[in-house]
Every structure is written in structure tokens, then in C-alpha cells.
């Protein structure tokens, strides 16, 4: 199983970033993915989920903001994140979801994207 994230970067306050996680090995058609983060100093967050059949799952504390989004052609799942707050500054990995889990029960991962949020 490998997951490759791809897309982050430095963003000014209020900016946009879209992120990818390319997958293979695995038959990711049937398997939900999700997108969790950890930020300096800070212990991981669980962002977003989505499952097969297209339903979606974010955090409480995300707000709005950002869209999980999959491919299944591609072997990819997107995380578009809008209004970029300094707070949003973190490392963004990309994982599997444990089958017949919820969201955030997670067993694959990737290497993550760096984002900086800052002017």
C-alpha cells in the first residue's frame, strides 16, 4: 500500500490550496479514505473522511472551508481548503480507513504535505 500526498505549500490568510493523495496496491474503488493533520507541537487532528459511495465526513472543528473530494479513475482523493487560516499550518497526510470503520480509524498512511499558512 502506497500513499502519496502532494500539493501543499506557503498561502497568505485566506488563500486556497488543493491537495492529492495518489493511491495504490490497494483496491481504493471500496476503500474510504480520510485526510488528518498535525500541526507544531500538537498531537494529530482528524480532518475529513469519505467513503465509497460518496458520503462525506469533517470535523467539528473545521468549519467549512474545505471539500474532501475522491477519483476513483485516478486512485485519488482531494482535499480543496479554502478561507486558509494561520491555524490551518500543518503537516497534511492522506490515509485509509480501516475497513467497516468510522472516519477516523485509520491504518495506511502517507508521508504528508507540509502547509504553511502565513503572510
Known amino acids: 500500500v502506497q500513499l502519496v500526498e502532494s500539493g501543499g505549500g506557503l498561502v497568505q490568510p485566506g488563500g486556497s490550496l488543493r491537495l492529492s493523495c495518489a493511491a495504490s496496491?490497494?483496491?481504493?474503488?471500496?476503500?474510504?479514505m480520510s485526510w488528518a493533520r498535525q500541526a507544531p507541537g500538537k498531537g494529530p487532528e482528524w480532518v475529513s473522511g469519505?467513503?465509497?459511495?460518496?458520503?462525506?465526513y469533517y470535523a467539528d472543528t473545521i468549519r467549512g472551508g474545505f471539500t474532501i473530494t475522491r477519483d476513483n479513475a485516478k486512485n485519488t482523493v482531494y482535499l480543496q481548503m479554502n478561507s486558509l487560516k494561520p491555524e490551518g499550518t500543518a503537516r497534511y497526510f492522506c490515509?485509509?480507513?480501516?475497513?467497516?470503520?468510522?472516519?477516523?480509524?485509520?491504518?495506511?498512511w502517507g508521508q504528508g504535505t507540509q502547509v504553511t499558512v502565513s503572510s
Open positions: 490515509a485509509r480507513v480501516v475497513p467497516g470503520s468510522i472516519p477516523d480509524m485509520n491504518d495506511y
Open positions: 496496491v490497494f483496491n481504493f474503488r471500496s476503500s474510504a
Open positions: 469519505i467513503y465509497s459511495d460518496g458520503s462525506t
